[in-house]
């Protein structure tokens, strides 16, 4: 059986990894290169680099993070964060990339999607949708999500299930959702919108935004909650709250179908 | 001293990964696009990402296929992953059927649309590609797959290990005589992809 991924993520700013509250106050937490190894050994099912102030900022240094990384772990990686030209995913998929998330640029320019999957394959290509929940819904009706970009600073007016739908109609691999609401909270994923978009679109959803314990990774994953593919979570493993292999042993007790923790063999 | 073993690029992705796995194991390694160094090659292994297509196409009836079909019949051992697995087929439906080497009995068929699977009292829709982690048996162990097409073996003794998605088992690695495919990604396997290229390396240096 296919098993969902447990993926943890790297946020970097200059060459290091940090992890940001609502992309806010960000607090430094290391090597990139370092936090990935110990991730790999410790058996993570993927690893995820982000690039977090790439829109707003702009900066070049992330591909050399990415070709530092790649030859340093046995498992996919995925990178994201200020692509906007396919010339970025290329620099990046020859950095070392298995995949790249674009997020900004598919919502200015949705022919890029298109694009690129015919180009690199569907399977190179996640278009990571970050969403923020509309209040002052009337009572009885099914909450709204909008579509954020430039991390989360910018409205779209993009309803967020249609743009996923889009997405993979144009040749989206994968979706990395993010909740901007539950963003660095610590307060579990947005399991409503996670659902809904995994039941939606025909290629896998990863839940990401607002872990902070081994129950919110289950919550995620498990069918009737958040029904996603693979569960992303960055700041309960960045501070040794808890390991890759504690989290896959907490959803093997209950009943989640992951791979099992590492075993140590000799390389 | 090991022999070197060559990594034949072929245009169908990216090698880093695959070479930096076998360095990893020991192995050293050259990469070429030249059909003369692959065909005096001792140890090949021809990985391959995407589908197949124009540029199998090409390979096939090229001098790269021509120089692959003789390492295979000199008997000396070769490798294929993901798609370079497949292309030691007879073929693929996809996109309106293309022509494997031939090399082994087979066709390679896209996963039926809408499978499901039972996961506890609930059904859940399984996605096309097949990615991410998956057992193989006899061993149970993990394995890294991307893919959507998977190679229906005519013969079953060719079959070394499957692995099962949704209503179809498929060969996730194959073995006769020299001759090693594997359907998973070892480069992306972690512990247990390094394990299997080792085996290979060492199994093919007797």
């Keep these: 059986m296919l098993k969902r991924r447990i993926i943890p993520c790297l946020d970097v700013k200059n060459g290091r990894v940090v992890k940001g509250v609502h992309f806010k106050g960000l607090r430094d937490t290391g090597d990139p290169v370092e ?3 110990a991730y790999d050994r410790q058996g993570a099912d993927e690893i995820c680099l982000l690039d977090i102030t790439a829109t707003t900022e702009g900066r070049e240094n992330f591909v050399d993070v990415v070709r530092h990384v790649a030859p340093q772990i046995f498992c996919p990686l995925t990178v994201g964060g200020g692509i906007r030209r396919e010339d970025d995913v290329r620099r990046l998929l020859n950095a070392g990339a298995d995949k790249v998330a674009v997020n900004s640029a598919a919502v200015t320019s949705p022919p890029l999607i298109k694009r690129l999957a015919k180009r690199y394959g569907s399977q190179a290509i996640v278009v990571a949708v970050d969403v923020k929940r509309m209040d002052a819904l009337p009572r009885d009706e099914e909450p709204l999500y909008e579509v954020v970009i430039h991390g989360g600073t910018r409205s779209t007016g993009l309803e967020a299930l249609r743009w996923c739908e889009q997405v993979t109609e144009l040749g ?11 963003d660095g909270t610590r307060d579990g994923y947005d399991l409503w919108i996670t659902r809904e978009v ?21 919550q995620g994953l498990a069918l009737g909650e958040g029904e996603a593919d693979a569960a992303l979570a960055a700041s309960i493993f960045h501070f040794g709250l808890f390991t890759i292999a504690q989290a896959k042993q907490y ?9 099992p923790p590492a075993t140590r063999h000799a390389a | 001293m090991a022999r070197e073993l060559t990594l034949v690029d072929s245009g169908l992705g990216n090698l880093a990964s695959v070479e930096r796995a076998l360095i990893q194991v020991g192995s050293a390694t050259q990469i070429t696009d030249d059909p003369d160094k692959v065909a005096t ?74 499978m499901t699977t039972a996961e506890g009292d609930r059904v859940r829709k399984l996605k096309i590609p097949h990615m991410g982690w998956n057992e193989v048996q006899p061993s ?30 498929f060969a996730s690695a194959i073995r006769r005589d020299n001759i090693y495919g594997c359907q ?10 390094l394990r299997f290229l080792r085996a290979f390396l060492l199994g093919s240096r007797q």
Aim: proline content about 4%; some cysteine.
């Design chain 1, 35 to 37: 936090a990935a190894r």
């Design chain 1, 172 to 182: 989206a691999g994968e979706i990395l959702l993010t909740s901007m609401d539950k």
């Design chain 1, 198 to 218: 995994a039941r939606r679109v025909p290629v896998p959803v990863i839940a990401s935004g607002g872990v902070g314990s081994l129950e919110h990774l289950r």
């Design chain 1, 251 to 259: 959803l093997l007790e209950h009943g989640l179908p992951v791979r």
């Design chain 2, 41 to 114: 090659s001792r140890i090949v292994v021809f990985p391959g990402q995407g589908t197949f297509g124009k540029q199998t196409d090409n390979i096939v009836s090229g001098a790269m296929g021509e120089a692959m079909r003789m390492v295979i019949q000199r008997g000396d051992p070769f490798l294929g992953i993901c798609l370079g697995m497949q292309m030691l087929f007879e073929g693929s439906e996809e996109a309106g059927g293309h022509k494997g080497l031939g090399i082994l009995k087979g066709q390679c068929r896209r996963f039926p649309e809408s």
């Design chain 2, 140 to 169: 149970g162990e993990h394995y890294y797959f991307v893919h959507s097409y998977y190679v229906d073996a005519a013969e079953s003794s060719d079959v070394m290990w499957s692995t099962t998605y949704g209503d179809i088992t």
């Design chain 2, 184 to 193: 998973f990604h070892p480069e992306k396997s972690q512990q247990s992809g």
